[in-house]
Nanobody, 127 residues
Framework: QVHLVESGGGLVQPGGSLRLSCAASGRTVSRTNMAWFRQAPGKERQFVSAFRHNGATYYAESVKGRFTISRDVAKNTVSLQLNSLMPEDTAVYFC?????????????????????WGQGTQVTVSS
C-alpha cells in the first residue's frame, strides 16, 4: 500500500510560482512511476507531468517549459515546480503513483495507470 500526501498549494498572482511536494510512504519513489494530475472546476482530471522510475520525465504541452518535476529519493518525495503561473492553471493538483515499473511510457499520461492517489492540494492563480 502506498500513501501519498501533497502539500504546497495556495493562492498566487499570475506570473508567480509555487512548489508542490508529494510525500510517499509504503514504497520508494525510485521504484515507482510518479505523476501529477490536476482537475479544474467542472472539468475532467488531466495529466500534468510524470517522473518514471528510471528518471525519464514527461509533461503536458500546456505546462512544458513552465513546470518542472523532480524527485528526492532520500526524502522519498516528488515535487512539481510551477513557474509563470496563469489563471488557467487553477485546479486541484493530485499526486499519483504507479507501482508497475513496466508500464509503457505512453501509458503514463493516463489516470488508469495509477493505483494510488493523494487527497489533492488547491492551486489558485488570481490577481
Amino acid at each position: 500500500q502506498v500513501h501519498l500526501v501533497e502539500s504546497g498549494g495556495g493562492l498566487v498572482q499570475p506570473g508567480g510560482s509555487l512548489r508542490l511536494s508529494c510525500a510517499a510512504s509504503g514504497r520508494t519513489v525510485s521504484r515507482t512511476n510518479m505523476a501529477w494530475f490536476r482537475q479544474a472546476p467542472g472539468k475532467e482530471r488531466q495529466f500534468v507531468s510524470a517522473f518514471r522510475h528510471n528518471g525519464a520525465t514527461y509533461y503536458a504541452e500546456s505546462v512544458k517549459g513552465r513546470f518542472t518535476i523532480s524527485r528526492d529519493v532520500a526524502k522519498n518525495t516528488v515535487s512539481l515546480q510551477l513557474n509563470s503561473l496563469m489563471p488557467e492553471d487553477t485546479a486541484v493538483y493530485f499526486c499519483a503513483a504507479d507501482s508497475e515499473t513496466g508500464t509503457l511510457s505512453s501509458r503514463l499520461r493516463a489516470e488508469v495507470a495509477y493505483e494510488y492517489w493523494g487527497q489533492g492540494t488547491q492551486v489558485t492563480v488570481s490577481s
